[in-house]
Each structure stands twice: as structure tokens, then as C-alpha cells.
T-cell receptor
């Protein structure tokens, strides 16, 4: 069964550094998403991406975040200058269409020290 | 500022039906209701979604009230592997931003 994959599973970085989290969505899916979950808290929507551009974003997704689909398979989330409060589990998801079910990856645990 | 409210926890005996309620009284006319679950810290897993009509798939059934202000997820024969946090989700826009809040969900404990 096709699945969303994410790398790395755990990323440790120092405050102020840039990080890139990688995702490979399911191949025939057209919508891509990033969510985050701070330890013990709710899953929060960050951004959705369709047709090579951001289609929707939340107020969390500020200028320090960016997303890109650099080739036909990868979907990346870049955090420009990490802060301690960016420590969280980051989930990538993909779906065939806007109102279709989203398939989530296993997540990348980001730890900012 | 979640648009959904769910009981924080429920217990269900193994083999029995688990009925998980959700209130979404401010849902707009064209927004779907989605249900996901999360086991430990794994990625959320899609269960089912619907707009107006009741829906059923291999995992669950979704009953949506006629006024669409609430819904119930039914797991017909709960197993121990169904122990998870269940989230009822709607999407809406506020202040120009897309809002999708998983909320705190219902922690379902299936008891042997």
C-alpha cells in the first residue's frame, strides 16, 4: 500500500540554524500539507500546497517557514532560523483532492537546542 | 478556538460498539466533517468523512445530524487496537487564514 514517507525521523539543530524537513507524498496525490504537534499538545495545521503554490496557510506559518516541491517527488518544509519553540513533531500529509482524505507520514521529530 | 467539541475520554468494552460524539454547531454549509485518530505519537490516520449524509466504510460509520451541528463516529466492534485519540475536524477561515484544528479529541480506551 502506498504511503507518505518523511526524513529524517529525528533532527536535532541549534537555535538560529536552518533546517529542511523532507517528505515524499503518495505519487498520484495533488495536495500536500504540513502539520506540527508540540509534545503533549494538539496537531496544528501549517500549510497546504497545490499546483506548485501555497493554497492555504495558518497564522503559524510566518515568514520563517517556506515550502517547496523541488522535483516531482519531494515536498520540503524549511525553517529559516529555528527557535526553541519550533521543537515539535512535524507531519507531512498528502491527498488526491481538497476534500479527500489525507494520508499522514510518520513524522519528523525536530529538537531545537 | 476549536470549532469542535468532544468528550475528553471514553471507555468501551472490546467487541462492543464505540460511539464517539462531536459537536460542530458553527460548521458552514459546504464544509466536510472529518474523523482521524492518532495512536501514541504516530501520524494521524484517516477514518472517514462526510458532508450531509451518513457514511460507512470498512473502518467505521459516520452519522451526521440533519442540521449538521453534530456527528457521531461509530466503531461497530471495537478492538484493543482501536485504543487511540479520536479527532473530529472541520475547516474554516478566519482573518484570512485557513484554520484546521484537531482539538483535544476523545481518548478512547478499549477494555478487554
Amino acid at each position: 500500500e502506498p504511503e507518505v514517507t518523511q526524513t529524517p525521523s529525528h533532527q536535532v539543530t541549534q537555535m538560529g540554524q536552518e533546517v529542511i524537513l523532507r517528505c515524499v507524498p503518495i505519487s498520484n496525490h495533488l495536495y500536500f500539507y504540513w502539520y506540527r504537534q508540540i509534545l503533549g499538545q494538539k496537531v496544528e495545521f501549517l500549510v497546504s500546497f497545490y499546483n506548485n503554490e501555497i493554497s492555504e496557510k495558518s497564522e503559524i506559518f510566518d515568514d520563517q517557514f517556506s515550502v517547496e516541491r523541488p522535483d516531482g517527488s519531494n515536498f520540503t518544509l524549511k525553517i529559516r532560523s529555528t527557535k526553541l519553540e519550533d521543537s515539535a513533531m512535524y507531519f507531512c500529509a498528502s491527498s488526491e483532492g481538497r476534500n479527500y482524505e489525507q494520508y499522514f507520514g510518520p513524522g519528523t521529530r525536530l529538537t531545537v537546542t | 478556538d476549536a470549532k469542535t467539541t468532544q468528550p475528553p475520554s471514553m471507555d468501551c468494552a472490546e467487541g462492543r460498539a464505540a460511539n464517539l460524539p462531536c459537536n460542530h454547531s458553527t460548521i458552514s454549509g459546504n464544509e466536510y466533517v472529518y474523523w482521524y485518530r492518532q495512536i501514541h505519537s504516530q501520524g494521524p490516520q484517516y477514518i472517514i468523512h462526510g458532508l450531509k449524509n451518513n457514511e460507512t466504510n470498512e473502518m467505521a460509520s459516520l452519522i451526521i445530524t440533519e442540521d449538521r451541528k453534530s456527528s457521531t463516529l461509530i466503531l461497530p466492534h471495537a478492538t484493543l487496537r482501536d485504543t487511540a485519540v479520536y479527532y473530529c475536524i472541520v475547516r474554516w477561515k478566519a482573518g484570512g487564514y485557513q484554520k484546521v484544528t484537531f482539538g483535544t479529541g476523545t481518548k478512547l480506551q478499549v477494555i478487554p
